[in-house]
């Protein structure tokens, strides 16, 4: 007993694999992404892996590396998988921020891809 | 024109009632959930409504405020809403915290219910 569940596996495998590509050369993002998907970078909509890949290669740091806190799946009604992330991020010199990311994959021709992405930094209003 | 999309309205809506009804009277939450719906909370992971509402009606605080710090939605595979929440909580006389918090719609003879609920409080490595 322990395997884990199958959405965890898929959703688990994403997750790494997106954080390294992102960290090492994240204009190679694209391959994860289909026409169809949604971007939503910090409030800005992005549709279309064209799109998607050209905001993600335009963001202005040189490095950046993620560091994950905790990742939860889920399965979806309809066979996708639900992918929550909460970690830190450190960009160029700046200092180390929080941030939230979540993804929904689904399986199309044997290959999970991304239909949606949301990514925020974890600011707050100190309201 | 600038009338926004549809699942911004709903998603929009959806996340106004469910705060409002967590922090006035959480019992009311159960409207919002149906037998398939899946809960994870601070990792923890619930199936249906009754696990759900037993979950949620068993957190050990009094009295509980929200803040919404921002919101985005978008439409996801299969008719689905996508909705992604940053904030501020803060329970009984403990120090305001950050929270995450992702929820998927899908329309149900005509009511958006809640499939998918991911919570998790902004805690990190501090690695």
């Not at chain 1, 992404?33 to 335009?58: F, H, M, N, P, R």
């Not at chain 1, 806190?69 to 998988?81: A, G, L, R, V």
């Not at chain 1, 949606?116 to 930094?121: H, Q």
């Not at chain 2, 037993?54 to 439409?75: A, N, V, Y």
């Amino acid at each position: 007993m322990g395997d884990k569940p199958i959405w965890e596996q898929i959703g688990s495998s994403f997750v790494q694999h997106y954080y390294h590509i992102f960290d090492t050369d994240r204009t190679q993002l694209g391959s994860l992404y289909i026409d169809a998907s949604c971007l939503t970078w910090e409030g800005q909509q992005c549709q279309g892996k064209t799109a998607i890949v050209e905001k993600l290669s335009s963001l202005p740091f040189q490095k950046i590396q993620h560091s994950i806190t905790s990742q939860d799946h889920q399965p979806t009604p309809d066979s996708c998988i639900l992918s929550m992330v909460v970690g830190q991020l450190k960009a160029d010199e700046d200092p180390i921020i929080g941030f939230h990311q979540i993804f929904i994959l689904k399986n199309i021709n044997d290959a999970w891809v991304c239909t949606n992405d949301m990514f925020r930094l974890a600011l707050h209003n100190y309201g | 024109m600038a009338e926004r999309p549809m699942w911004e309205q709903v998603g929009t809506s959806f996340v106004h009632l469910y705060y409002q009804r967590f922090d006035s009277s959480r019992v009311e939450l159960s409207a919002l959930y149906t037998d398939a719906s899946c809960l994870s909370w601070e990792g923890q992971q619930f199936q249906g409504k009754t696990a759900i509402m037993e979950k949620l009606m068993s957190l050990p605080f009094q009295k509980i405020q929200h803040s919404i710090t921002s919101q985005d939605h978008q439409p996801a595979p299969d008719n689905c809403i996508l909705s992604m929440v940053v904030g501020q909580l803060k329970v009984d006389n403990d120090p305001v915290m950050g929270f995450h918090q992702l929820f998927v719609l899908k329309n149900i003879s005509d009511n958006w219910v809640c499939t998918n609920d991911i919570f998790r409080l902004a805690l990190y490595n501090f690695a």
